[in-house]
C-alpha cells in the first residue's frame, strides 16, 4: 500500500512539476554555430533538467534585438561584447554573464591570394565600419605591414552571403565571417588566411547578457541557465557526441556537409570553456572601442560584467 501511494503521488505530481517550468525568453541574433550549446542543451533535455522552457527568439539584426530588451521581450540576450560595452558606456542598464566564444572571425580571400602582401591594393567587403570584428581585422592587417591606404574599402556590403558574393564576383577580394559560412566558402575554394582568435585569444565575442536589475531580480533563474549551458558545452566537448551534435544542428536546418567542420572551428577557435569572463578581454574591447571612436573611455570588467552568476552555476 505504501508503495501503491508513492505511485500514485509521482503520478498526480507529475503535471504539477512539469507546469512549473518557467518559461526564459532568449534572444540570439541568427542560428549560428555559436548556439550550439543552446540547440544541444534543449535537445538533450538540459534546460528541462533545471526546470526552465527557453524559448529561443531570433531577432536579426542586432539593434532590433536590443531594442526587443529595452521593451522587455527577452530575458536573456546573446549580443557582442563589444555592443554590451558601448551600450553599457551610452547609459545602458545591461550586464554580461557568460561569455560563449572568443572572436573567431575567417578572414576570407580569392584563390589567387597567397600572403598578407597580396592584399596590397585589393578591396576587403565589410558590414560596418565600426563593427568591432572589422576594428580588429584592421589591427591584424597594420600588424602585418598594411596600412589603411594600402587596400580599399566595399563598406556596407551587407551580410556574409553579400559579401563572400563579392569575393566570389570579384568585386572584392576578400572579406570576413564566421563558420559556417566561412566553412561553405573554403569548401567553394575561397582559402581561409586567418583566424582572429589567433591573434587575439582573450577578447570576448558573442556573450550572454541581460537587465543588470532584472538579473539579479531572478539570480536562481540566470544561474540555473548557465548551469544547462555549461553543461552542454561539455557534453560538446566529448568526441563520441560527435555526430550526435552534428545531427542536433542539422536539425536546426543548417548545410550538413559544413557543419565537420563548423563543429572543429567552434571548438578549436570559438568556445570559451565555462564561458570564463576575462579581465584583459574586456581591457582590450575597451581599448578597441576607443581607438575606433566608438566611446571616449572604458571602466573595469565588473562595470560591464559580473562573473558570480556562472561562478555559482560551475559549483
Request: glycine share 8%.
Amino acid at each position: 500500500m505504501r508503495r501503491l501511494f508513492s505511485l500514485l503521488f509521482i503520478l498526480l505530481c507529475a503535471p504539477v512539476l512539469t507546469a512549473q517550468a518557467q518559461t526564459v525568453r532568449v534572444g540570439a541574433i541568427s542560428n549560428s554555430i555559436n548556439n550550439w550549446p543552446m540547440w544541444v542543451a534543449n535537445a538533450k533535455g538540459f534546460f528541462t533538467d533545471e526546470g526552465l522552457k527557453v524559448e529561443l527568439i531570433v531577432t536579426g539584426e542586432s539593434e532590433h534585438q536590443l531594442d526587443m530588451v529595452d521593451a522587455g521581450k527577452l530575458d536573456i540576450f546573446h549580443q557582442a561584447a563589444d555592443h554590451f560595452v558601448r551600450e553599457i558606456e551610452h547609459g545602458k542598464n545591461y550586464v554580461v554573464i557568460h561569455t560563449i566564444t572568443r572572436a573567431a572571425n575567417d578572414l576570407l580571400v580569392r584563390p589567387e591570394i597567397k600572403s598578407y602582401e597580396d592584399l596590397r591594393g585589393k578591396t576587403i567587403a565589410l558590414d560596418n565600419l565600426q563593427t568591432g570584428y572589422w576594428l580588429m581585422f584592421k589591427k591584424v592587417l597594420q600588424n602585418q605591414g598594411l596600412q589603411p591606404g594600402d587596400y580599399k574599402l566595399a563598406a556596407d556590403s551587407g551580410g556574409p552571403a553579400n559579401r563572400i558574393k563579392a569575393v566570389r564576383e570579384n568585386r572584392a577580394q576578400f572579406t570576413y565571417m564566421n563558420a559556417p559560412e566561412s566553412v561553405k566558402a573554403n569548401l567553394e575554394g575561397f582559402p581561409i588566411l586567418t583566424n582572429l582568435s589567433e591573434h587575439f585569444p582573450e577578447f570576448p565575442a558573442s556573450s550572454i547578457g541581460a537587465k543588470r536589475d532584472w538579473a539579479e531580480a531572478h539570480r536562481e533563474t540566470v544561474i540555473k541557465y548557465l548551469r544547462a549551458y555549461i553543461r552542454a558545452t561539455e557534453w560538446l566537448l566529448v568526441r563520441t557526441n560527435r555526430e550526435e551534435a552534428i545531427r542536433i544542428a542539422a536539425a536546426i536546418g543548417h548545410d550538413t556537409d559544413a557543419l565537420p567542420g563548423s563543429l572543429d572551428t567552434f571548438i578549436k577557435n570559438g568556445m570559451v570553456r565555462n564561458g570564463i569572463l576575462s579581465r584583459e578581454g574586456f581591457r582590450q574591447v575597451g581599448e578597441l572601442l576607443i581607438e575606433g571612436g566608438v566611446i571616449q573611455s572604458a571602466g573595469e570588467m565588473e562595470k560591464y560584467a559580473d562573473p558570480s552568476y556562472q561562478q555559482a552555476a560551475m559549483q
